[in-house]
């Protein structure tokens, strides 16, 4: 798994350096620069830019990767590519021309409850199409194994561009139709160096000859962009309930604690970008020992990385929000908790969905975006309305933890394999020791302090229980590497 965890781990650094800048720049540079108001704009600008993408990109940036490696020619595979790249550009083309002929009825529609938003609607498409297409160049690099500049580009250049002009901003060097603009030009910077970068990895003759696998493509993108669209209502539907049931205070409280949470998952989006393509591969190689390695390794390295993770996190969490002085939004710290383990189980499950999204199974996905998205509204009306944005908590977590079920009963029915081997129990039971172990101790001191005392225990004792347990031979090699003393198995 070498490829993997040397990928995985630049993938990482790129993902954590991004998540701390999106936090720098929402956190501090937006309130204090912009406001809320003009910070909301822009925010809501690219959500909505999020939602239109898909609708652009169709779901083939995913249908790459799953026939890429089941194409043996190279004109073949060069045909898949272009029929890639074509099939977008004449879906953005249509949006384009509805924008054009009714774009007074559509800026009114999505100004209905900010005017502002319908001045500014050009960027909508404009980002919405840069990210189809970098989104389609970007997998391109993917199948090669080439990951680690494509990431660093999708993760890291982002919350780089957003930091940099609002430092500009704040100068009055730009004004807001300046920095819109500036964040297009962005956008388009962005997607020009990964599609120099993948021509260069790869350059296919361009064709308009349909693939082979033409009719089974355009099937497959058809229902992944289905169940983008059900997915894409799961990932604000609760937000949306909260701010109609409770009050819009609670819906900043609530989103602040599910991103803390999310930081459970960074470990798994840096490495299902390597492991993805090799999941393919296996499956069209029909490799079923390859693929239950690739499964097995996955789940173990995730549990492990995302468990340590869950503790550093639930465990400093009063005396991080002490620290950056968020006393108000110390009502949604069970959510943090709640939320957390549903993520923590997910990347427990390691490369289990690349297996579902991969295989001839793939409609399955459909079904369970569809399914989730009617449980996730049923449990929120109810459970907000009797335990508040903890209720909220709970509907997301159990809307993971069922659905997860089923997809292990799923891959372990079709496949006859299952992400868990005999590490699984004693990483679960390390997370569970140490965090009630830990939480039970309170110290009264400087917040700051405490965090790096405390983080240092955990990140040592973790380590070491897991080094002396054998639970992975990634950490008994990177000790190893730092340690020469260290034996290696």
């Given at each position: 798994m070498g490829i993997i965890a040397k990928q995985s781990f630049y993938n990482s650094i790129s993902i954590a350096l991004a998540f701390i800048i999106g936090a720098f720049n929402t956190v501090y540079l937006y309130p204090t620069h912009m406001g809320s108001s003009l910070q909301g704009l822009v925010v809501a600008l690219l959500a909505l830019s999020n939602l239109v993408q898909p609708f652009i990109s169709f779901g083939v940036q995913h249908a790459?990767?799953?026939?890429?490696?089941?194409?043996?020619?190279?004109?073949?595979?060069?045909?898949?590519?272009?029929?890639?790249?074509?099939?977008?550009?004449?879906?953005?083309?249509?949006?384009?021309?509805t924008t054009y002929l009714?774009?007074?009825?559509?800026?009114?529609?999505?100004?209905?409850?900010?005017?502002?938003?319908?001045?500014?609607?050009?960027?909508?498409?404009?980002?919405?199409?840069?990210?189809?297409?970098?989104?389609?160049f970007y997998n391109w690099l993917r199948i090669q194994l080439f990951s680690v500049f494509g990431n660093f580009l999708k993760e890291f250049f982002p919350r780089v561009l957003i930091?940099?002009?609002?430092?500009?901003?704040?100068?009055?060097?730009?004004?807001?139709?300046?920095?819109?603009?500036?964040?297009?030009?962005?956008?388009?910077?962005?997607?020009?160096?990964?599609?120099?970068?993948?021509?260069?990895?790869?350059?296919?003759?361009?064709?308009?000859?349909?693939?082979?696998?033409?009719?089974?493509?355009?099937?497959?993108?058809?229902?992944i962009f289905m169940s983008g669209t059900a997915a894409s209502l799961i990932l604000d539907i609760d937000k949306s309930m909260i701010s109609k049931i409770l009050t819009v205070e609670n819906v900043a409280y609530y989103s602040v604690a599910v991103f803390i949470a999310a930081v459970i998952e960074f470990p798994g989006r840096a490495m299902f970008q390597i492991v993805s393509p090799l999941v393919a591969k296996a499956i069209n190689e029909k490799d079923n020992g390859k693929l239950s390695n690739l499964l097995r390794k996955?789940?173990?390295?995730?549990?492990?990385?995302?468990?340590?993770?869950?503790?550093?996190?639930?465990?400093?969490?009063?005396?991080?929000?002490?620290?950056?002085?968020?006393?108000?939004?110390?009502?949604?710290?069970?959510?943090?908790?709640?939320?957390?383990?549903?993520?923590?189980?997910?990347?427990?499950?390691?490369?289990?969905?690349?297996?579902?999204?991969?295989s001839q199974y793939y409609y399955y996905v459909f079904w369970f975006s569809t399914l989730s998205a009617v449980l996730a509204v049923v449990l929120n009306l109810y459970l907000i309305r009797w335990y508040g944005i903890i209720g909220a908590a709970y509907a997301t977590l159990f809307v993971i933890v069922f659905i997860n079920l089923l997809k292990i009963i799923l891959v372990?029915?079709?496949?006859?394999?299952?992400?868990?081997?005999?590490?699984?129990?004693?990483?679960?039971?390390?997370?569970?020791?140490?965090?009630?172990?830990?939480?039970?101790?309170?110290?009264?001191y400087d917040p700051f302090t405490v965090m790096i005392f405390r983080s240092t225990f955990i990140g040592i004792t973790f380590i070491l229980l897991a080094y002396l347990l054998k639970l992975t031979d990634d950490i008994q090699q990177f000790l190893a590497k730092i340690f020469p003393f260290v034996k290696r198995d």
């Open positions: 790459v990767i799953k026939f890429y490696s089941s194409t043996k020619s190279k004109a073949e595979k060069d045909k898949l590519l272009s029929f890639s790249l074509i099939l977008p550009i004449l879906v953005f083309t249509a949006i384009l021309l009714f774009y007074e009825q559509i800026t009114e529609f999505i100004a209905s409850e900010n005017k502002q938003i319908g001045k500014y609607a050009y960027l909508i498409i404009a980002v919405a199409f840069s990210t189809a297409l970098f989104e389609l930091f940099t002009l609002l430092l500009v901003y704040s100068s009055g060097s730009l004004d807001l139709d300046g920095f819109i603009m500036a964040l297009i030009i962005g956008y388009y910077i962005r997607l020009f160096l990964v599609i120099v970068y993948s021509l260069v990895k790869y350059t296919p003759k361009f064709s308009f000859s349909l693939p082979l696998q033409f009719k089974s493509m355009l099937r497959y993108s058809i229902l996955s789940s173990n390295n995730l549990l492990l990385v995302s468990g340590l993770l869950f503790l550093l996190i639930n465990l400093n969490l009063d005396d991080f929000y002490e620290w950056i002085n968020l006393d108000d939004y110390k009502v949604a710290l069970e959510v943090v908790l709640i939320v957390s383990v549903g993520k923590l189980f997910t990347m427990s499950m390691g490369c289990l969905n690349n297996i579902i999204t991969n372990q029915y079709r496949f006859k394999i299952n992400p868990y081997g005999r590490e699984t129990l004693p990483t679960i039971s390390i997370v569970v020791l140490l965090y009630f172990l830990i939480s039970s101790i309170s110290i009264d």
